[in-house]
């Protein structure tokens, strides 16, 4: 049985959907396919004796057809890990992260993902109120600003399956750009985004 996780703090995506993702209501993407880039700032974690406190992941997804969180769609997927985790951490992080290790990943991982590969990566991760900024090395640059709605209230959707409250904070990215291979290169600038300070774990 694998160790016990659990890892809280902020959680930000960006996607190719125009105004807000359909897939959390299991509806098809624009253009029936989904590029999106999920980024975390693990503010305090632990596997098992492993401190992942400090640390950032992010994760790459693209799906050719059909409604991303669908049991029959495949995910082709790339995990990028911070490039200051010690061994132990990059392990337990990959393992979190590519489902070896329970909760919503493994989940994930067992339903859709059909090929995955990992790299390591620099992160800069930072987030004033409903506004984050994110550099993944030259891979990943993601910039989001909050959406408010009437009375100038933030946005909120659910169910999304990456935070234990499943409710998100609704946004848009103002640069939305990812260039890892020929597969994982997309420009979705200005298009959906999601926030949250997050919390999961496999208990």
């Known amino acids: 049985m694998a160790d016990s996780w659990s890892i809280t703090g902020d959680y930000v995506e960006a ?5 807000s993702c359909q897939c959390v209501l299991l509806e098809p993407p624009d253009d029936d396919a989904c590029a999106v880039s999920f980024a975390w700032r693990i503010e305090d974690g632990r596997y098992g004796d492993v401190d992942l406190s400090g640390l950032h992941a992010a994760m790459l997804v693209r799906s050719e057809e059909g409604v991303l969180f669908d049991p029959a769609v ?3 997927m790339v995990v990028l890990v911070d490039e200051t985790a010690d061994d132990d951490q990059r392990a337990a992080l990959e393992d979190v992260l ?16 059909e090929r995955a ?3 390591t990566a620099p992160f800069s991760f930072t987030r004033n109120d409903a506004d984050f900024s994110v550099e993944v090395g030259d891979v990943v640059s993601m910039e989001v600003v909050g959406k408010y709605g009437f009375n100038d209230e933030l ?3 659910a169910p999304h399956p990456f935070t234990k409250d499943r409710e998100m904070s609704t946004g848009k990215s103002t640069t939305a750009t990812v260039s890892y291979d020929d597969e994982f290169t997309w420009d979705v600038s200005g ?8 919390e999961l774990a496999n208990g």
């Not at 996607?15 to 105004?19: E, G, H, L």
């Not at 590519?98 to 993902?113: M, N, P, Q, S, Y």
Request: net charge negative.
């Open 191 to 198: 298009n959906n985004a999601f926030f949250c300070e997050f």
């Open 74 to 76: 495949a995910w082709h």
């Open 98 to 113: 590519l489902g070896r290790a329970g909760g919503i990943f493994a989940a994930a991982a067992d339903t859709h993902v």
């Open 117 to 119: 590969e990992v790299a």
């Open 15 to 19: 996607c190719n959907c125009d105004v």
């Open 155 to 157: 946005g909120t959707i």
